[in-house]
C-alpha cells in the first residue's frame, strides 16, 4: 500500500489550487477573449508536462507499480473527458455562451467538479476499504456502461440538469449576458446571469460522468492519492482541450467504440480482483497487472484514433454532427427575468 504523509496531501492540494489561481491570474491578465489552437496547444502542453513529471516521480519515489497505476489512470481519465466534451459543447450552445467567455465557463465549471469528485473519491475509497463486494459492484456498473456505449454510441445523460432547473426555480434570473458576471441587478433586483447557470451545468454534469470514470479508475488502482491526482491532471487540462480538439471531436467517429472497449476490460479486471479476494476465485480468476492493463488502455486508444480518422478521410459524410445536435439541445434559462 502507498504510504501518503498528511503533509504529502496537503503540499499535493496546495500545488493544485496554485495552479488553478496562476490559471486565473493569466486570464485575468488577458482578458475575455477567444481562445486560439496555438494558446490551447500549449496549455495542454503544458499540463501534459506536469501530470508525466508527476507520474515519473511518482515512479521513482512510490515504485514502478505505482507509477504505472498513475499513467493508467490519467490517461484513462483524459480519454473519457474526451468523450465528455461533446456534452460540454451541447451545454455552451444550448445557452449561447460568447466564445470570449467560453474559457471561463469552463474553468469555474471544472473546480466545482474537482471538488465534488475528491468528496466522490473519498466515499468510493471508504466502501472499497470496508466492503470487498465494491469491486463486484463497480466491475458489474462498467461492463454495463460498456455495453451501453457499444450498442447506442453514447452515454445516457438526463439531458435536464436537475441541479440547474432548481436553481432557476429559486433564484431570480435573467436570459442575457452582462459580461463575465454570475449576478447583476435589473431594474432594481439582483439577478443571476446564464454565467453562473452554466458553470453549475458543466461542473455538475462532470460530477455524472465521475459515476463511469471514478469505478473505472479504481479498477486500476486502490490508492486514494492516486486515484485524486490521476482526476485532478485529467481535470485541470480539459478546458483547453476543449478548444484544441474544436474541430476534431466530430471526426472521432469510433471514440465511444473504443471507450467502451476500455470500461469493459476494466469492469472484468475489478471483478477478476474482487473474485482473488475470496479462495474460491484464486483457482480461475487470472490476475491482470498494471502494465498489462497501461498496455491495453494505449493500444485501443491509438487504434480508436486511428480508425476513426482514415474512416472519415475515406468517407467524410461519416462525421458526427455536433453542431446539429447543439442546436437541438434545450435552452435551460427562461425567456424573462422574474
Given at each position: 500500500?502507498?504510504?501518503?504523509?498528511?503533509?504529502?496531501?496537503?503540499?499535493?492540494i496546495g500545488g493544485l489550487v496554485a495552479l488553478l489561481l496562476f490559471d486565473l491570474a493569466v486570464a485575468a491578465k488577458k482578458g475575455p477573449h477567444k481562445i486560439t489552437t496555438g494558446e490551447a496547444t500549449r496549455w495542454v502542453s503544458f499540463y501534459v508536462a506536469l501530470a508525466v513529471a508527476f507520474g515519473i516521480g511518482l515512479w521513482f519515489v512510490g515504485?514502478?507499480?505505482?507509477?504505472?497505476?498513475?499513467?493508467?489512470?490519467?490517461?484513462?481519465?483524459?480519454?473519457?473527458?474526451?468523450?465528455?466534451?461533446?456534452?460540454?459543447?451541447?451545454?455552451?450552445?444550448?445557452?449561447?455562451?460568447?466564445?470570449?467567455?467560453?474559457?471561463?465557463?469552463?474553468?469555474?465549471?471544472?473546480?466545482?467538479?474537482?471538488?465534488?469528485?475528491?468528496?466522490?473519491?473519498?466515499?468510493?475509497?471508504?466502501?472499497?476499504?470496508?466492503?470487498?463486494?465494491?469491486?463486484?459492484?463497480?466491475?458489474?456498473?462498467?461492463?454495463?456502461?460498456?455495453?451501453?456505449?457499444?450498442?447506442?454510441?453514447?452515454?445516457?445523460?438526463?439531458?435536464?440538469?436537475?441541479?440547474?432547473?432548481?436553481?432557476?426555480?429559486?433564484?431570480?434570473?435573467?436570459?442575457?449576458?452582462?459580461?463575465?458576471?454570475?449576478?447583476?441587478?435589473?431594474?432594481?433586483?439582483?439577478?443571476?446571469?446564464?454565467?453562473?447557470?452554466?458553470?453549475?451545468?458543466?461542473?455538475?454534469?462532470?460530477?455524472?460522468?465521475?459515476?463511469?470514470?471514478?469505478?473505472?479508475?479504481?479498477?486500476?488502482?486502490?490508492?486514494?492519492?492516486?486515484?485524486?491526482?490521476?482526476?485532478?491532471?485529467?481535470?485541470?487540462?480539459?478546458?483547453?482541450?476543449?478548444?484544441?480538439?474544436?474541430?476534431?471531436?466530430?471526426?472521432?467517429?469510433?471514440?465511444?467504440?473504443?471507450?467502451?472497449?476500455?470500461?469493459?476490460?476494466?469492469?472484468?479486471?475489478?471483478?477478476?480482483?474482487?473474485?482473488?479476494?475470496?479462495?474460491?476465485?484464486?483457482?480461475?480468476?487470472?490476475?491482470?497487472?498494471?502494465?498489462?492493463?497501461?498496455?491495453?488502455?494505449?493500444?485501443?486508444?491509438?487504434?480508436?484514433?486511428?480508425?476513426?480518422?482514415?474512416?472519415?478521410?475515406?468517407?467524410?459524410?461519416?462525421?458526427?454532427?455536433?453542431?446539429?445536435?447543439?442546436?437541438?439541445?434545450?435552452?435551460?434559462?427562461?425567456?424573462?427575468?422574474?
Amino acid at each position: 500500500m502507498l504510504e501518503v504523509p498528511t503533509y504529502v496531501w496537503f503540499a499535493t492540494i496546495g500545488g493544485l489550487v496554485a495552479l488553478l489561481l496562476f490559471d486565473l491570474a493569466v486570464a485575468a491578465k488577458k482578458g475575455p477573449h477567444k481562445i486560439t489552437t496555438g494558446e490551447a496547444t500549449r496549455w495542454v502542453s503544458f499540463y501534459v508536462a506536469l501530470a508525466v513529471a508527476f507520474g515519473i516521480g511518482l515512479w521513482f519515489v512510490g515504485g514502478h507499480e505505482y507509477g504505472a497505476q498513475f499513467f493508467a489512470g490519467y490517461i484513462t481519465e483524459y480519454s473519457l473527458s474526451v468523450d465528455n466534451l461533446f456534452i460540454f459543447v451541447i451545454i455552451m450552445a444550448s445557452f449561447a455562451v460568447p466564445a470570449v467567455h467560453q474559457h471561463k465557463v469552463l474553468l469555474f465549471g471544472i473546480v466545482l467538479a474537482l471538488v465534488l469528485r475528491g468528496i466522490f473519491i473519498a466515499l468510493g475509497a471508504a466502501a472499497i476499504e470496508r466492503f470487498v463486494f465494491t469491486f463486484f459492484i463497480f466491475g458489474a456498473f462498467l461492463i454495463f456502461t460498456a455495453y451501453k456505449l457499444a450498442t447506442t454510441g453514447e452515454e445516457e445523460h438526463d439531458s435536464e440538469n436537475k441541479l440547474v432547473l432548481l436553481m432557476e426555480r429559486l433564484l431570480p434570473t435573467t436570459r442575457e449576458y452582462h459580461g463575465s458576471k454570475v449576478m447583476v441587478r435589473v431594474d432594481g433586483k439582483r439577478v443571476v446571469t446564464p454565467m453562473l447557470l452554466v458553470m453549475i451545468a458543466i461542473g455538475s454534469t462532470d460530477l455524472l460522468f465521475a459515476l463511469d470514470s471514478i469505478p473505472a479508475i479504481f479498477g486500476l488502482t486502490k490508492e486514494p492519492y492516486i486515484v485524486f491526482t490521476a482526476n485532478a491532471f485529467a481535470l485541470m487540462g480539459l478546458r483547453q482541450l476543449y478548444f484544441l480538439l474544436d474541430g476534431l471531436l466530430d471526426r472521432l467517429i469510433y471514440l465511444s467504440k473504443g471507450l467502451a472497449v476500455i470500461l469493459g476490460f476494466i469492469g472484468v479486471k475489478l471483478t477478476f480482483h474482487a473474485a482473488h479476494e475470496y479462495s474460491w476465485g484464486k483457482s480461475w480468476a487470472p490476475d491482470i497487472g498494471t502494465f498489462t492493463s497501461l498496455g491495453v488502455i494505449v493500444t485501443v486508444l491509438a487504434t480508436t484514433v486511428l480508425l476513426s480518422l482514415r474512416a472519415v478521410k475515406r468517407d467524410p459524410s461519416l462525421v458526427k454532427a455536433t453542431a446539429t445536435h447543439a442546436g437541438e439541445a434545450l435552452a435551460h434559462v427562461p425567456e424573462k427575468s422574474h
